[in-house]
Nanobody
Framework: QVQLVESGGGLVQPGGSLRLSCTAS????????LDWYRQAPGKQREWVAG???????AYADSVKGRFAISRDNAKKLMSMQMSSLKPEDTAVYYC?????????WGQGTQVTVSS
């Protein structure tokens, strides 16, 4: 059974940092494209960042230069370091793993940026 579990969310002041993690089980993670999405209250879920099987990364313009996505296939782990956080980064963050037609999501972790 495939399972993705996010962790690392919480409350942080503007300008602060958080590191999100996504731990996978039941998959060979090296086969999967990995992404982070987020959904703020009253808004649609949006793509935040992605990393290919070869380690190439891409970011939404809103987080470019502030967030950094990484993966450790051996540990079945994906992470995202978030810095210079802004109130508009407040959302539930989800990890996604995709391989061909197979797609799996985590349950989400809340990130709140507020003073």
């Amino acid at each position: 059974q495939v399972q993705l579990v996010e962790s690392g969310g919480g409350l942080v002041q503007p300008g602060g940092s958080l590191r999100l993690s996504c731990t996978a089980s039941g998959v060979i993670l090296s086969n999967y494209y990995l992404d982070w999405y987020r959904q703020a209250p009253g808004k649609q879920r949006e793509w935040v960042a992605g990393i290919t099987t070869d380690g190439f990364t891409a970011y939404a313009d809103s987080v470019k230069g502030r967030f950094a996505i990484s993966r450790d296939n051996a540990k079945k782990l994906m992470s995202m370091q978030m810095s210079s956080l802004k109130p508009e980064d407040t959302a539930v963050y989800y990890c996604k793993a995709k391989y061909r037609v197979l797609e799996y999501w985590g349950q989400g972790t809340q990130v709140t940026v507020s003073s």
